[in-house]
């Protein structure tokens, strides 16, 4: 717990592997046991609350935020005063041990709300950047890192790292105009919706019925309601999210105290079935209105997809005005990430 108020920004973490042998490869990661995850997520000082899985990932909810693991690779999602970086060295030594090399590594988040109460390796972007560089190997040699401004607030510029190993990305990653991730934090949440994330005292319900109930609430499980949904309520309030869509998934938490309300949305798509783009503009519709943020700021990383261009005219008409856009070409193997940020128009 920060010292004025719970720090709703996110740390994220995503590794990608790669391996010789089709065996190793075929369940991956996957295999590391679940005790053995718990131990990482010690060391990142967090914990498992809920779970579910399919033929293609297995999907944690966290007492900060969230866990996704696929055979060859991990997204790892913590906000408060998490020490995420912390999970890298293991998690590399577990991968070493199924037969899977690192090859590529992402690291991103906004400005922290509270940023004086971060501790190591966190208390500054470039601390965090050189504690990741110790904890690569070697092949690890293609590296960047940037942060992208906002015309807005600080709070919401953008900090994004990527290491890769050349030899080995280009053949793991997805293809150009394939794959892309969408990153969302909002704040300044509307107080009649924030309201619903907060539970009644005394009222004998477990953190997984009353996050049921508040994803039927509030209208999450209409963003996309093919997808299989694991979700939490935390006491006295607070919200975690997971939902799984065959190979895609898709998460959401929620901090809903006035004075630092925050909510995250993040999710990946294909641009092969986005339908022209449409596919994002209707998530980003139906997010801004569960929400009602008075800033609003979404990171588009992908290969050659020009996606992140239907994220203006799908906010604006909601009466979120861009503010500012940034591009950072992390490399042809890494990608190009897009940052946009959005304001509320006074009524």
């Given at each position: 717990?920060?010292?004025?108020?719970?720090?709703?920004?996110?740390?994220?973490?995503?590794?990608?592997?790669?391996?010789?042998?089709?065996?190793?490869?075929?369940?991956?990661?996957?295999?590391?046991?679940?005790?053995?995850?718990?131990?990482?997520?010690?060391?990142?000082?967090?914990?498992?609350?809920?779970?579910?899985?399919?033929?293609?990932?297995?999907?944690?909810?966290?007492?900060?935020?969230?866990?996704?693991?696929?055979?060859?690779?991990?997204?790892?999602?913590?906000?408060?005063?998490?020490?995420?970086?912390?999970?890298?060295?293991?998690?590399?030594?577990?991968?070493?041990?199924?037969?899977?090399?690192?090859?590529?590594?992402?690291?991103?988040?906004?400005?922290?709300i509270f940023p004086l109460a971060q501790p190591f390796p966190h208390t500054s972007f470039p601390e965090e950047v050189a504690y990741l560089e110790g904890c690569l190997p070697t092949?690890?040699?293609?590296?960047?890192?940037?942060?992208?401004?906002?015309?807005?607030?600080?709070?919401?510029?953008?900090?994004?790292?990527?290491?890769?190993?050349?030899?080995?990305?280009?053949?793991?990653?997805?293809?150009?105009?394939?794959?892309?991730?969408?990153?969302?934090?909002?704040?300044?949440?509307?107080?009649?919706?924030?309201?619903?994330?907060?539970?009644?005292?005394?009222?004998?319900?477990?953190?997984?019925?009353?996050?049921?109930?508040?994803?039927?609430?509030?209208?999450?499980?209409?963003?996309?309601?093919?997808?299989?949904?694991?979700?939490?309520?935390?006491?006295?309030?607070?919200?975690?999210?997971n939902g799984v869509d065959g190979g895609r998934y898709s998460t959401i938490h929620v901090t809903p105290e006035e004075g630092f309300s925050y909510a995250s949305y993040e999710c990946v798509g294909s641009a092969d079935d986005d339908d022209g783009g449409e596919g994002i503009a209707r998530m980003l519709r139906k997010v801004a209105g569960v929400f009602?943020?008075?800033?609003?700021?979404?990171?588009?990383?992908?290969?050659?997809?020009?996606?992140?261009?239907?994220?203006?005219?799908?906010?604006?008409?909601?009466?979120?005005?861009?503010?500012?856009?940034?591009?950072?070409?992390?490399?042809?193997?890494?990608?190009?990430?897009?940052?946009?940020?959005?304001?509320?128009?006074?009524?």
């Amino acid at each position: 717990m920060a010292a004025s108020g719970f720090e709703g920004f996110e740390k994220r973490l995503e590794l990608h592997f790669s391996g010789d042998d089709p065996a190793a490869v075929r369940m991956g990661l996957r295999r590391i046991e679940f005790e053995s995850l718990e131990r990482v997520l010690g060391e990142v000082q967090c914990t498992v609350v809920s779970a579910l899985g399919n033929a293609h990932l297995d999907a944690y909810v966290l007492s900060e935020s969230s866990l996704f693991v696929y055979p060859t690779k991990i997204v790892i999602k913590t906000c408060g005063t998490t020490q995420l970086l912390r999970a890298v060295r293991p998690l590399v030594v577990h991968a070493r041990g199924l037969g899977l090399a690192l090859c590529l590594c992402r690291y991103t988040r906004g400005s922290f709300i509270f940023p004086l109460a971060q501790p190591f390796p966190h208390t500054s972007f470039p601390e965090e950047v050189a504690y990741l560089e110790g904890c690569l190997p070697t092949n690890i040699c293609s590296r960047k890192a940037a942060i992208m401004p906002s015309n807005v607030a600080a709070s919401h510029s953008w900090h994004v790292f990527t290491a890769y190993d050349p030899a080995l990305a280009a053949d793991v990653l997805p293809a150009p105009d394939g794959v892309y991730t969408v990153e969302v934090c909002m704040t300044e949440l509307d107080r009649g919706r924030a309201q619903k994330f907060f539970r009644q005292p005394g009222d004998g319900k477990t953190g997984d019925s009353a996050g049921k109930e508040m994803t039927a609430l509030t209208g999450i499980g209409e963003i996309n309601p093919r997808a299989l949904v694991c979700d939490f309520a935390f006491d006295p309030c607070g919200y975690s999210m997971n939902g799984v869509d065959g190979g895609r998934y898709s998460t959401i938490h929620v901090t809903p105290e006035e004075g630092f309300s925050y909510a995250s949305y993040e999710c990946v798509g294909s641009a092969d079935d986005d339908d022209g783009g449409e596919g994002i503009a209707r998530m980003l519709r139906k997010v801004a209105g569960v929400f009602r943020p008075g800033t609003m700021s979404v990171s588009v990383t992908s290969r050659g997809s020009q996606v992140w261009t239907r994220v203006a005219s799908a906010l604006e008409p909601l009466g979120l005005k861009c503010r500012s856009c940034a591009a950072t070409d992390q490399s042809p193997e890494a990608g190009t990430v897009v940052f946009q940020t959005f304001t509320a128009r006074p009524a």
